[in-house]
Every structure is written in C-alpha cells, then in structure tokens.
C-alpha cells in the first residue's frame, strides 16, 4: 500500500473561519505508533471589534497519525498521515454523495479510488484523507495558501463540504471525538484542549439579548475545518519544532457585530442640528437617513441570506416615502426582483408602535429589503456602507409636545449561515411640535369676543419676520405674496385666524422659536386703534440627552403690552384683551406712545381734510 506524505501549512483564513492547508496525499494505513502525540491545541482568537466571546461544538473527523518532522528554520514541514475517525465515516460520504467537483459526484470518485475506499485488504475507509489529498487542495493551486479567495468563492469544495456537513447529525460515542466546550477570546484565554487531529468546529454561541449591551450581537461564524496545533512531540528529529507549529491550529474570528444608525438630517431640506430630535411644524417635511453595513455573508447559504431595513413611523408621521438607497456609490434600483443589483420596498400602514404613547394602530412600517443584491455573490460588497433615505411628512395626529413623535428603525439579518434571522435595533429618533392659542375678551376679562383676527410670525435669528398660514388639514406652510396687504396678512385672507364663538383661536403644531402674533382686526364694535401684538418664544427643555420628554415653557418678550398675558393655569394659551374705546386703552409703555401717535395721525387726517373742505368752500 503506497504512503502519501502531506505537509501541513500554517495559516488561518479571514471571515471567521480557518482552515489548515495541506498539500500531498494521505495515506490510507491505519498503522497504530504509541510515540506520537495524542494532544493538541485550537486558538480562537476574537479581533479588537469582538463583543463577546464565541462558543463552538466540536468533532473530531480524522487524527493525525505518523507525525514526523523534516527540515530546519524556515523550510520545517510537518510530515503525518490522515486517519478518518470510524464514527464519522458514513457521514462524511453522505456529504460527499451531494457534492459535484468538475461535472463529477465526489462520493462516485472517492468509491472507484482504491488507496481510499477501504475495499484493500488491510485498510479501512478514509474519506477525510480523500477529500484533502484529491479534492480540497484542487479548490487553489496555492494549496489553500490564499484562505481569503478561497472562501470568497462559494463554489470552493471545502466551503461545501462545510456547509454541507454543518446541517447534518453528527453523533459519536468517543468523548474524544466531540467537544462542547470550545471558546474564543486572546491568544491566551481562546487556546482550547483538545485530542489531536483534524476538527469540524461549528458557531453555537447564543443570541446574548438579555444581557446588558442587547444591540451588539454578532452573527455566527461559519463551520471551521482546521487541524489541531500538536503538543508534547518528542523524539521527531528537529530541534526546531515549535517554531514549525507556532501558527498551527489557530484560526481569528472576524467579528461581524451588524448594526443600523438613524438621524434626522433635515426639515423641510434645511439642515438640523441635532439629529436625534427635531423641532417642527405639521405639514413639514422630515428627511431621516439610515445607515448600516454590508455584512461578510462569506460561508452563508447562497439564497438564504436576509438583510431587511425596518423603519417605523409613529402614529402622527405620514406619508414614508423611500427617496434613494445606496450601497457605497451606486444607486440601487427598487422592487426589481430579476435584478441582483435591485431592493424590493414594503410598506404596511395601520400597524402598532410600541414607543407611541397614544397606542393609536397606526403606525407605518417601511422595509427595505436588500435580499436580492446580498444573495448575488458577483456584486455584494461586503463592508460597503448602505444608506437609505426617507422621508415623512407630519400629521395632524401628530403628538404635541411629550414624547414627540418617535420614529425607529430595525436591521434584520442572518445570523447564522444557514438564514436564521435576527432583528437589531437602531435608535429612535423623534420630532416634537407644541401648540399655542389665543382668548379674547373685553378688557375686563369677563367676555368672550369673537370675530378677531391675528396673525403669526416666525423670528429667526436675524429677525426677519415669516407669516404663516394653515389649510383645513391643519398643515402649516409659509404664506406667501397673494396672502399680504403691504406687508401684513389680509383680513379675511387665509393667514388670518378668526377668534370663534367662544373667542379663541388654536394653533396646533408650531416647532419651538420666537413668534411675533398680530392682531389685524378687532371684534365689531370694538376700537381698531392700538391692536395688541407681541412676541413670545416656545422653549422645550430635556433634562439631558436621553431624555424624551419635552418640558415646555411659553415666555412672552419683556415690554409689550399690557393687554397680554399667558394663562396661569394653560401656559401655551395668550389672553388678549380688547378696548371698546379710547378710554379703555392703557397709556402707558409701547401702547400709549402707539396710541398718541395713532390718534395724531388721525387728528392730523381729519384737520387737513378740513382745511381742504373750507377752501373748497370759499
């Protein structure tokens, strides 16, 4: 029976998996030699992003037997023979028999192969020793020396019969042939014990939800094919040995720890300056962006893999619309499912919002469903950065003030390579809007007036003064040109509010600032000299950055007029006095020196018109 040799090459390959080279054949003979050695070592070793450690479940599929070692320095090989452990044997042709390498089935070409197959007299079946001599090491001439590009190509042999092994049974009687307890961590902590030999580990670390950091939760890395470091070789004729075995047996998890990211980036297409909470009015427009990561799928299921953008708008947020998703600097193309380079966008109204207060069952579900380009190994770019934008607009049923209107997102992908989806969630962004409304009365407070007009203004930084105006929906927006008379909303006009009947006028969904409010018209028989105007500020407060909920303080501007005043027992409410003549008005501050002037003009208007009239008559 010819012996083939093998050598063993030290490496270990990206994407949290490892594999250990070999190169030469494996020999059949299961010849039993007391002096090699029966223990080994596996060092898994978590990279600096790791959340946690790993757990993982091990099976010892062959041993190594006849070790030897040759050469000195930098040209030590370790020398040894396969021997498929005889519990595994049936499983691993199982495995085989759905494997197809070069148009040819890999179990039909291992039977016809005599060295392997165990039909000799004197030899046993060795199917791990068929597989490493003729088939894995076919997968890259450089004798798996390239790891990477070797599981970058979904169809490499050894990927499949990874993947292929890890949805079988794998049951065994010899405790030396499975280990429950392998760990990662450093170089140090991630070094298990273990019997020699040629181990299939498999990720069975736990969702870790219910510890404290719920959102950095890895995905599982893929079934590992590694053979052990050996320890306590003695007698082998090479005094260099460790520095030959130094990089065996280890292999370092690429932590793939997913995750989504919200922010608000504008309102109405101006920028905010926070990007968790934001100021606006109802009828604005909110842009929110989303941003995750292409994971590494490398070793995942073709056809299985899942990576879902969940976004939820609360209750008083309308109208979602997905405006663009990027993947690096391509625009992808939505709800091509022929397209690997397409996404498919769902969106379901009327559902429940867990954050809103109101438990209204209307909340907006958007997903962006990425499944089509993370299946297409031709185009997925692993770590290219995905971005979606949307947008909302807010509703009339948004909530005033509180809790704002909270807005989440969610990522869903596959944990596991078999598909098993896992949602994270993101952070939770939200809009506030507050209110304000006016009462009207005589000027000693004891009657309602209706049929005043105002009109409202925002102050920006500058000063500079923007009247507003509202629709029947209740949705805000700037009043423009056609709605001023010389600068001021028209009476009547759609920028003008109307006290009613019980002389009060709401304005539901202001952003917080500094407004300047107008009265433009007074009540029938009441004076239209000196109308009231003045000027307040909506300003929320949050005890700090994790608060949620906006404390609001109404503050009219020092030195306006007495006729206003913020209700003691409704702050966001401004009662507004008005005078039925000139006896009434106070002439005191702004309003008297307004009133002086107001009445000198008159005075002056009707001493010319009757200077005109006496000359007319003379």
């Not at 062959?62 to 452990?85: P, Q, R, Y």
């Not at 890259?140 to 990874?162: D, G």
């Amino acid at each position: 029976m010819n012996r083939f040799v093998q050598k063993l090459i030290a490496g270990a390959a990206a994407v949290a998996i490892a594999v250990t080279g070999l190169m030469g054949g494996a020999s059949t003979a299961k010849a039993a030699d007391p002096a090699q050695p029966t223990e080994g070592t596996i060092t898994i070793i978590n990279n600096d992003s790791a959340s946690y450690d790993h757990t993982f479940e091990g099976w010892r599929l062959a041993t190594l037997k006849n070790v030897t070692v040759a050469g000195t320095g930098e040209n030590t090989s370790i020398n040894f023979e396969i021997d498929t452990t005889d519990e595994f044997v049936d499983v691993i042709v199982e495995v085989m028999s759905e494997m197809t390498v070069d148009g040819k089935n890999v179990k039909t070409e291992y039977e016809a192969d005599n060295n392997y197959n165990g039909k000799v007299d004197g030899t046993e079946a060795n199917p791990m020793g068929y597989l490493i001599d003729k088939v894995f090491k076919d997968d890259e001439k450089a004798t798996f020396e390239n790891t990477e590009t070797l599981w970058m190509n979904s169809s490499s042999a050894l990927r499949k019969f990874a993947t292929k092994l890890s949805a079988k049974t794998l049951t065994t009687s010899v405790a030396d042939n499975h280990k429950t307890d392998f760990k990662s961590g450093t170089a140090t902590t991630g070094v298990n014990e273990c019997k020699q030999g040629f181990w299939f580990l498999v990720d069975t670390t736990a969702d870790p939800k219910d510890t404290a950091n719920a959102n950095a939760i890895e995905s599982q890395s893929i079934p590992m094919l590694l053979a052990t470091k050996l320890v306590n070789l003695t007698g082998q004729g090479a005094p260099d040995y460790a520095g030959a075995t130094a990089n065996l047996g280890t292999v370092t998890l690429k932590a793939n720890e997913p995750f989504i990211s919200k922010e608000i980036t504008n309102v109405n297409e101006a920028n905010t300056d926070s990007k968790t909470k934001a100021d606006a009015r109802i009828g604005d427009k909110i842009t929110y962006t989303l941003t995750t990561k292409i994971p590494n799928y490398t070793g995942y299921n073709d056809g299985s893999r899942v990576l879902q953008l969940i976004d939820t708008a609360a209750h008083g947020l309308k109208d979602v619309t997905v405006t663009k998703v990027m993947v690096g600097n391509s625009e992808l193309k939505t709800d091509d499912a022929t397209d690997n380079n397409g996404y498919v966008l769902t969106q379901l109204k009327n559902q429940t919002d867990p954050l809103d207060n109101c438990k209204k069952d209307d909340a907006t579900v958007t997903t962006v469903d990425l499944a089509h380009y993370v299946n297409s190994n031709d185009n997925i770019d692993s770590g290219a950065t995905v971005t979606v934008t949307l947008t909302a607009v807010v509703d009339s049923d948004a909530v005033i003030a509180g809790v704002g209107n909270p807005n989440t997102v969610e990522l869903a992908y596959s944990r596991t390579p078999s598909g098993e989806k896992h949602q994270v969630p993101g952070p939770t962004v939200r809009v506030y809007t507050y209110d304000f409304s006016i009462h009207k009365t005589n000027m000693a407070g004891n009657e309602s007036l209706s049929g005043a007009q105002f009109a409202i203004a925002r102050v920006d930084a500058n000063n500079t003064e923007t009247f507003m105006k509202v629709d029947a929906n209740g949705m805000w927006s700037d009043a423009t040109n056609a709605d001023l008379t010389e600068g001021k909303p028209t009476v009547g006009g759609d920028a003008a509010f109307s006290t009613n009947g019980a002389g009060n006028i709401s304005m539901k969904g202001l952003p917080a600032g500094t407004y300047h409010v107008y009265e433009i018209k007074a009540p029938d028989g009441y004076t239209s000299i000196g109308l009231p105007d003045f000027k307040f500020t909506i300003d929320p407060k949050f005890d700090n950055a994790s608060t949620t909920v906006a404390s609001v303080a109404y503050t009219k501007a020092a030195n306006t007029d007495a006729r206003i005043a913020f209700d003691t027992d409704t702050p966001s409410q401004a009662n507004v006095k008005n005078a039925k003549n000139l006896t009434e008005l106070p002439m005191t501050g702004d309003l008297g020196i307004k009133v002086f002037i107001t009445v000198g003009v008159l005075l002056m208007a009707a001493g010319a018109a009757f200077a005109l009239s006496a000359r007319m008559r003379a």
